[in-house]
């Protein structure tokens, strides 16, 4: 079993920044790819950005220019640093961990969510 530990979500003025954290930890071969999501009140859960085993990323149109994910492979750790934040990023960030159980087998992991808001 593999579980996820989010943090650093919150309250910000618009303009601000914050940085969230996601550590994975339990039954962890390998990691195949890492990333957030997010879900406002009413709409669907969508991508915020990801990044793989490869460092290779992939953002959101909304997001581009104003996120920067990584991830610290020694520790299982994937971070989202937010720039720029704007009331309309306001929503749920969910963590999303894919594990690698073995050739062509994959297994995919939610954290619990960290509620940013943003204020204006």
């Known amino acids: 079993q593999v579980q996820l530990v989010e943090s650093g979500g919150g309250l910000v003025l618009a303009g601000g920044s914050l940085r969230l954290s996601c550590a994975a930890s339990?039954?962890?071969?390998?990691?195949?790819?890492m990333g957030w999501y997010r879900q406002a009140p009413g709409k669907q859960r969508d991508l915020v950005a990801r990044?793989?085993?490869?460092?290779?990323?992939d953002y959101a149109d909304a997001v581009k220019g104003r996120c920067t994910i990584s991830r610290d492979k020694a520790k299982n750790v994937v971070y989202l640093q937010m720039n720029m934040l704007k009331p309309e990023d306001t929503a749920v960030y969910y963590c999303?961990?894919?594990?690698?159980?073995?050739?062509?087998?994959?297994?995919?992991?939610w954290g619990q969510g960290t509620q940013v808001t943003v204020s204006s």
């Open positions: 999303n961990v894919v594990v690698v159980l073995g050739v062509s087998r994959r297994a995919t992991y």
């Open positions: 339990g039954s962890i071969s390998g990691i195949s790819t």
């Open positions: 990044i793989t085993s490869g460092d290779e990323t």
